[in-house]
């Protein structure tokens, strides 16, 4: 359905694993697995005391506690006995499909200087953006994974796309300061300004990529659909 298909991140519910059980990570999914109080929380940089390890999908690896990779996360308690709980672990499943046709907008009205009346106006704007978390770059992807479990998912059992902006938090404002700055550096007048949207969204997309980036994100597309002054400041 619409839910599933809308689901960034999810946290498995359960945090036991009996030797010899699987994790299986579908195509377009990452899997992050991490010691359950391993001390520190991760970091966007991978520091910590916490043991993770990162599976880009399609896999299907055992957990299996004679397997070097998963000796950070036995259970002390039943890893030589195979125990219920021989790992005692987080895992995080993160989809990384392309989502696109993301809806941002203004909630309260920004203020932009016109630089031909030269006077403040009010305006509200609306638009689209697309983005994903990569999959490809082996390098990348830890850094990038861990940037968003931290700054963005926290806590939260579950992410869907249409939390994704308002978890940027005030990163997420930038877009605004951004356009009201490119209005004065072009020197186009609000009134006239529906005939530049496509060179306002190349303009501001450019200068967004960063900020998406801190969240562990890749800004694929960003567009305004509309920038409209209130009738009352005409």
């Keep these: 359905n619409d839910e599933d298909a809308s689901l960034v991140s999810f946290r498995y519910p359960y945090e036991d694993f009996p030797n010899g059980s699987y994790l299986q990570v579908a195509q377009s999914q990452i899997a992050f697995y991490q010691q ?3 001390g520190q929380f991760y970091d966007a940089t991978g520091a910590g005391d916490s043991q993770v390890s990162v599976f880009v999908g399609p896999c299907k690896i055992k957990l299996d506690t004679g397997d070097s990779r998963f000796a950070p996360f036995r259970n002390a308690a039943h890893s030589l006995t195979g125990g219920s709980s021989a790992f005692h672990s987080v895992v995080y499943f993160i989809n990384t499909n392309y989502m696109n046709e993301l809806r941002w907008g203004t909630t ?19 638009g689209l953006f697309g ?3 990569e999959q490809n770059d082996s390098s990348l992807v ?16 579950a992410i869907r796309e249409k939390n994704l902006l308002p978890l940027c938090g005030q990163k997420s404002l930038s877009m605004f300061d951004l356009l009201a700055k490119a209005i004065v ?7 006239k ?13 450019g200068k967004l990529v ?9 800004l694929d597309n960003f567009s305004f659909n509309s920038i409209k002054p209130f009738e009352e400041d005409l």
């Design 185 to 191: 550096d072009q020197e186009v007048s609000v009134l």
């Design 108 to 126: 309260e009205p920004i203020i932009v200087q016109d630089p031909e009346e030269d006077v403040n106006v009010h305006v509200r704007a609306f």
């Design 193 to 205: 300004i529906a005939t530049h949207l496509s060179d306002f969204s190349s303009q501001v997309q």
């Design 210 to 218: 960063n900020y998406f980036d801190e969240f562990g994100l890749t």
């Design 131 to 133: 983005a994903h978390i």
């Design 142 to 157: 830890p850094i990038q994974v861990r940037k968003f479990l931290v700054k963005v998912v926290g806590t939260r059992d």
């Design 36 to 38: 359950y109080g391993g």
